[in-house]
């Protein structure tokens, strides 16, 4: 058997391993192996590890496609490959040419390098082919959506930041190839201002921009509406003009965009107090969620009524339908959308498959996913967890999946805070139940107290998981997001008994962002659950990340115990499969 890999470059560089069928048999992210978040190092780890879970030959692995949002210099792949400090300046670097800043975009170079590195590993491929950014993000969401062929039309959104010169791109499904119908250049940007606002008001870029998500249902949207709309005015006048070193297309527009947005935050919060300015953030979020949802939505209604779509299913993807609540427009707000999927791995991570995949995209039949999962990563046996124990621990087997949801729902029915690291790792943003923290939904003061515990700032509460039996008692308009929820990338608004009984996990707005299981997806997930209703009576647990504040999701035991000791958790339970260990302290 021959094996294709696909590899995500600049920010949180990722690695993908299919068959010749286009089937993902592994997926993860560098940073889970560098455990720094969103790194930009090429995927040698990534890489390494997926040969070595999978136990294939790297030999057979015959095609290699890769992706980036711009054509690398020597200088980055450099950097980002070895960690160097990007603060060292250029000219002190290796393989310093005087002509070296002739080599930006120059793709015959970045492919030579990338080949040179993919042979450290024992890949020796002929070539390696690079695919467009926006495809990527598209064929990506082909490959994971459940929805092909039929009646109903396909629509693929991607928006992002930027990416080979374009900020949004739309793609109808046609005989197994993705046809592109619009695209709009970075100067029409949506996520870019997202990005932007985020920074400006103190949060960090690329990692922050959903505590802006969770701050706008605090505030007033039309404060700065109209500022926000106003932000793009002559931006398609800019000149071309400006000398920059960067291989970003329309770099220019990109400066002059940061550039205004954080003008118009440092206006609105000139001479406040801290205090002041943060009570004033909650409109700035609000407004620019408002904008964020109107102007996404516009796009979107525009391509559809152009092309006469009458009904149709949207796959979402590219980095700024990590918001949550702008799904749940798309689905709920266009009246011509049946059903909406977001590639869970929505962000450039998740180009790593859509890389993979190539342009010549295999035939998929409706459905084909529908027991998908995004547990894509590596995975680590119970019997190495006894030599990582400290003096300090007590770790205690267990054995099969019904003692293990008897003892985490006992657990939890005690009001512990459980930790739990089960099986293969997931791939994309999301913690799905195989690195996971629990709590139950009932202590209204658990976004508060749990937080400051795990050392998060986090304005939107905790997300819950339930049974796929219980979702309609729960929560509205669910039909339509089925595969969205699995994977705990869209809002919806809650029930009364959802409201009432589980005021940890319902925001200001009275929305979540569930997890719904079922238990032929996430058999352990749904014991626990199962369990956990017999003891209590209650139909939802709290969800969130097994991490440590800024450090990515965790990848092996070793870390896994580690981040639980430092988090003050009451029991952590270690494995996969049919056996964990469960682990306290003496």
């Not at 790297?58 to 450099?78: A, M």
């Not at 120059?106 to 590195?117: G, L, P, T, V």
């Not at 994971?144 to 039929?150: D, I, Y």
Request: glycine fraction near 6%.
């Amino acid at each position: 058997m021959e094996y294709i890999l696909g590899i995500s470059l600049g920010f949180n560089a990722s690695a993908c391993i299919m068959d010749t069928n286009q089937n993902v048999l592994y997926a993860a992210s560098e940073e889970r192996f560098t455990n720094t978040k969103n790194c930009k190092f090429f995927p040698v780890l990534a890489i390494k590890n997926g040969i070595e879970y999978l136990g294939i030959d790297p030999k057979l692995i015959t095609t290699c496609r890769y992706s980036h949002y711009q054509d690398n210099d020597i200088y980055d792949l450099y950097r980002h490959t070895y960690g160097i400090d990007k603060k060292i300046p250029k000219r002190n670097y290796p393989f310093r040419t005087d002509n070296m800043l002739n080599w930006n975009r120059n793709r015959e170079f970045e492919q030579a390098f990338i080949r040179s590195h993919l042979y450290m590993l024992g890949i020796d491929v002929p070539e390696v082919e690079r695919i467009n950014h926006h495809y990527a993000h598209a064929a990506c969401s082909y490959v994971l959506s459940p929805f092909h062929g039929g009646d109903v039309q396909n629509l693929y959104v991607v928006m992002d930041g930027f990416g080979d010169g374009d900020s949004i791109s739309m793609w109808l499904e046609s005989e197994n190839t993705l046809i592109k119908i619009f695209s709009a250049p970075m100067y029409q940007s949506v996520a870019l201002v997202y990005q932007f606002v985020t920074g400006a008001l103190g949060y960090k870029e690329h990692q922050h921009e959903g505590k802006l998500t969770g701050l706008a249902a605090f505030g007033d949207f039309t404060k700065y509406y109209h500022d926000f709309v106003s932000l793009y005015d002559g931006f398609e006048n800019i000149k071309h003009d400006i000398e920059m070193e960067s291989p970003i297309i329309d770099f220019d527009i990109f400066t002059e965009m940061k550039k205004r947005t954080y003008a118009l935050v440092k206006r609105i919060t000139k001479n406040m107090s801290k205090e002041a300015a943060f009570e004033e953030s909650k409109h700035i979020a609000a407004s620019l969620q408002a904008f964020a949802e109107d102007k996404a939505l516009a796009f979107i209604e525009e391509v559809i009524r152009q092309h006469k779509l009458k009904h149709v299913n949207v796959m979402l993807s590219g980095g700024l339908f990590a918001n949550v609540k702008i799904n749940q427009k798309v689905h709920e707000n266009i009246a011509e959308v049946e059903n909406v999927f977001i590639a869970p791995p929505m962000g450039d991570e998740g180009t790593c498959i859509g890389a993979a995949a190539g342009k010549k995209l295999c035939h998929r039949v409706a459905g084909l996913m529908t027991n998908m999962t995004m547990r894509m990563g590596t995975s680590h046996p119970a019997n190495d967890i006894p030599a990582l124990m400290d003096e300090d621990l007590i770790c205690k087997r267990v054995y099969g999946i019904d003692t293990l949801a008897k003892s985490v729902a006992k657990d939890l029915s005690e009001n512990k805070i459980v930790c739990l690291f089960d099986g293969r790792m997931e791939f994309g943003p999301r913690a799905l139940i195989g690195r996971s923290i629990m709590y139950n939904c009932r202590d209204v003061g658990a976004n508060d107290w749990l937080n400051k515990q795990l050392g998060r700032t986090e304005y939107m509460p905790f997300a819950p998981f339930c049974k796929v039996e219980h979702a309609a008692d729960l929560f509205y308009n669910v039909k339509g997001k089925e595969y969205a929820l699995k994977n705990m990338t869209v809002t919806v608004e809650c029930t009364d008994e959802f409201i009432q009984n589980y005021p940890a996990a319902t925001h200001v707005d009275n929305t979540a962002r569930p997890q719904v299981i079922s238990q032929n997806e996430n058999e352990v997930a749904w014991a626990i659950l199962d369990e956990y209703e017999a003891i209590t009576g209650e139909k939802a647990l709290i969800n969130t990340s097994f991490n440590l504040h800024n450090y990515p999701i965790i990848e092996s035991p070793e870390v896994a115990i580690s981040s639980w000791k430092q988090s003050n958790t009451h029991c952590l339970y270690v494995g996969g499969g049919n056996a964990w260990y469960k682990i306290t302290r003496k």
